[in-house]
């Protein structure tokens, strides 16, 4: 699944986030040549990744990062509205409602054919996130070079501008359909009929491992039927054995002791 991090429940991302910032690191400045963006500690960072920043991640078996974008509510600002509002020419790039992607990426692993799948599970997850959040619209900008791979992301994608240019190329902002029924065509199309999006509760004590317990998520929510059985009879197995209170003759006994007291 895609993994949503927010404010809230960050602080069980902790390596997962600098991974994160590492591998975008790696893309846009290493990668696209985004020289002005600022990298520190091999990590690129920058003023929208704040406590309002909603990141999807999807995750390899091995916890590394095989995809990401960053969701943000444009109310206070945006990339598109503060540094490039020229690209943008239809509607509003900035205000309640309005949703605003940017730093989309595969890893080095995921960005052919052999991505395609978390890719597509991260096109899903981005509109499950953001419909439950009642966004109105939700925009990006991309390379014109880039625009055509847009036919395979399921989205519903427009252009709301015409085409700039800017130091490492020439842009193109975009907006993508972010109503009920464009994420249900979205699902149709990418035949990722089930749920993408886990979001770890805010209440896990830090260090749980979130990717296994995603990972129990998809079996219980996507899995066929039979895999659903197995799983649940282990869970159900393990549950049968474990005294969560330890020896409860002996806990027992040791409060007749205290009430005796």
Known sequence: MIHLITAENRHLYGPQIEAMHRARAEYFVGG???????????????????DRALYLVGFETSGEVAASVRLRPSDDGS????????LVAEGESRGPGIYEMTRYFGSRARRGASGFAVRSALHVATLEAVVERGAGRLLGFTDVAAL????????RVRPVGLPADYEEGTAVAFEVGCAPADLAETRARLQL???QLFEAPAWLPEG???????????????????????????????????????????????????VAA
């Not at 696209?32 to 704040?50: F, I, K, P, S």
């Open 193 to 195: 009929a089930g749920r």
């Open 148 to 155: 055509t791979l847009l036919r395979y992301t399921g989205w």
């Open 79 to 86: 990339v598109l509205s503060d540094i490039f509002p020229h």
């Open 32 to 50: 696209r040549g985004w020289t002005a963006l600022r990298v520190e500690n091999g990590q690129e960072r920058d003023a929208y990744d704040d």
């Open 208 to 258: 749980s491992d979130v990717l296994a317990l995603a990972d129990a998520t998809n079996v219980i929510l996507n899995a066929p039927a039979t895999g659903r059985r197995k799983a649940m009879t282990t869970v159900r197995e393990v549950e049968a054995s474990w005294q969560p209170q330890g020896d409860l003759q002996a806990l027992i006994a040791r409060m007749g002791e205290r």
